[in-house]
């Protein structure tokens, strides 16, 4: 049974950070591109950044550009997501989610094959 489940969200002070976890279970983690999205309220669910097998490929959408970094630890089977200089618009329930296969910037989340529940992040004003 495959389970991703994720840790580290929370209430945070705008300009403040987080650190996000993902725990894979059930799946060869190293063989998995790994992707962190974010749905904020009444919005659609949208891309964060995404990581390769072996963390050298890394892909950041213009949100996380510059604040967010992705990073994988393979013999824990997890992935990370460092947040920094947090505002209001971060706010979103963030999920981690593992697609079989070479990672692509275009993927939208029908592209990827599991999903973790997600964790809930505020950023208060």
């Known amino acids: 049974q495959v389970q991703l489940v994720e840790s580290g969200g929370g209430l945070v002070q705008a300009g403040g950070s987080l650190r996000l976890s993902c725990k894979a279970s059930?799946?060869?983690?190293?063989?998995?591109?790994m992707a962190w999205f974010r749905q904020g309220p009444g919005k659609e669910r949208e891309l964060v950044a995404v990581?390769?097998?072996?963390?050298?490929?890394?892909y950041y959408t213009g949100a996380a550009w510059g604040r967010f970094t992705i990073s994988r630890d393979n013999p824990k089977s997890t992935v990370y997501l460092q947040m920094n200089s947090l505002t209001v618009n971060d706010t979103a329930v963030y999920l981690c989610?593992?697609?079989?296969?070479?990672?692509?910037?275009?993927?939208?989340?029908?592209?990827?094959?599991?999903w973790g529940q997600g964790t809930q992040v505020t950023v208060a004003s």
């Open positions: 990581i390769g097998w072996s963390g050298i490929y890394t």
């Open positions: 989610a593992a697609k079989r296969g070479v990672p692509v910037a275009s993927d939208g989340p029908n592209a990827y094959n599991y």
């Open positions: 059930g799946i060869f983690f190293s063989t998995y591109a």
